[in-house]
């Protein structure tokens, strides 16, 4: 069993940080204190315990890290519903067939993983759930071959960046849902996977899952998801970079238009000099996938992205997670 880290609060209490040196609690004001290196309560209030997990889980969003772990969270309906929500999107999406195992077939496991998603403050937006299948089982050469996926590099995001501010061109971003589930496994990639934790079905009797499409965690997933990405930007007219195999480009040079697109997993940053071509992108896109329109960039990759635009300045402001006031945060600026 994984045992997590202390919190910083905890590890704080346990270094006597914080904890009054005054024998009356209610003169300083404080109902904590250290007992053999671990942080107690000087009073007994009743619930307290449970009161303070509530509100640490809020603050730092603790995600719990099995299934058992999650249906005894203070947060389980939330886990619940995204654990529903994803298998319906699995389901709709075609991503396995019910059938019955060769004797002697690798048959690979799963699991859940849940998560927050929090905005540029640190509050929690939604609760998402991910179906993981257990990739280290797998064989290589016989149940997966290429596992390459390139993804755009910090310099070519910067000057592309860069390049935009300085040209005032616009700047949008888009989420692609789902994405290593877009990948459609060849008819010679047989790959049978165990049912999700507490999801089997009753009428499945002896039969496992077997995989038609890509799931997160398999050694391949990324790979055919770069293949099909690649597949639909040639389609609609794009090239890819030379230098950088993440970044794609679209150039109409009758018409003054340029187009480019930086490509990080399931993340878009499109750039181009008229807002007219972003809006016939992403359409264009949506065709093909389910896309979510984030619309002026301002959130890459856990950098806050801040447009000064009379000044043509681009602010990249990188903050770590924030824990009961304290962050620390790393500046830069883009001409």
């Not at 801040?306 to 770590?320: E, F, V």
Request: proline share 4%; charged share 25%.
């Amino acid at each position: 069993m994984r045992i997590p880290k202390p919190l910083q609060i905890i590890r704080k209490l346990q270094a006597g940080i914080g904890v009054s040196n005054d024998n009356d609690p209610e003169e300083s004001g404080g109902v904590w204190t250290v007992e053999d290196g671990a942080p107690a309560l000087l009073k007994d209030f009743d619930g307290m315990e449970f009161v303070f997990a509530v509100e640490t889980a809020d603050a730092e969003a603790l995600k719990p890290c099995t299934l058992a772990e999650a249906k005894h969270h203070p947060d389980w309906p939330h886990w619940e519903k995204a654990i529903k929500e994803e298998l319906a999107t699995l389901k709709a999406a075609g991503t396995w067939r019910l059938e019955e195992a060769p004797t002697g077939a690798n048959v690979i496991g799963s699991k859940w993983v849940l998560k927050v998603k929090k905005d540029v403050a640190g509050n929690v937006i939604c609760y998402k759930a991910r179906l993981i299948a257990q990739g280290f089982s797998q064989i290589g050469s016989v149940d997966y071959d290429d596992t390459y996926m390139p993804v755009a590099k910090l310099a070519s995001t910067h000057a592309v960046i860069t390049m935009a501010n300085c040209l005032s061109f616009e700047m949008h971003q888009i989420d692609i849902k789902g994405v290593y589930l877009n990948g459609e496994l060849q008819d010679n990639e047989v790959l049978y996977m165990q049912h999700p934790p507490g999801s089997k079905s009753p009428d499945a009797s002896t039969c496992v899952l077997r995989l038609v499409k890509t799931l997160y965690g398999l050694k391949q997933s990324g790979c055919h998801w770069y293949q099909k990405l690649s597949s639909v930007f040639k389609s609609l007219g794009f090239t890819q970079c030379g230098v950088d195999q993440a970044i794609y480009f679209k150039v109409v040079i009758t018409k003054g238009e340029l187009t480019i697109v930086v490509v990080h997993v399931d993340d878009c940053t499109i750039v181009a000099n008229t807002i007219r071509l972003i809006e016939e992108l992403k359409a264009g896109l949506s065709k093909h996938f389910k896309v979510t329109d984030l619309r002026e960039l301002h959130w890459m990759l856990g950098i806050e992205v801040k447009r000064d635009h009379p000044g043509h300045l681009i602010h990249l402001l990188s903050r770590p997670a924030t824990v009961y006031g304290s962050s620390d945060a790393t500046m830069m600026y883009l001409r």
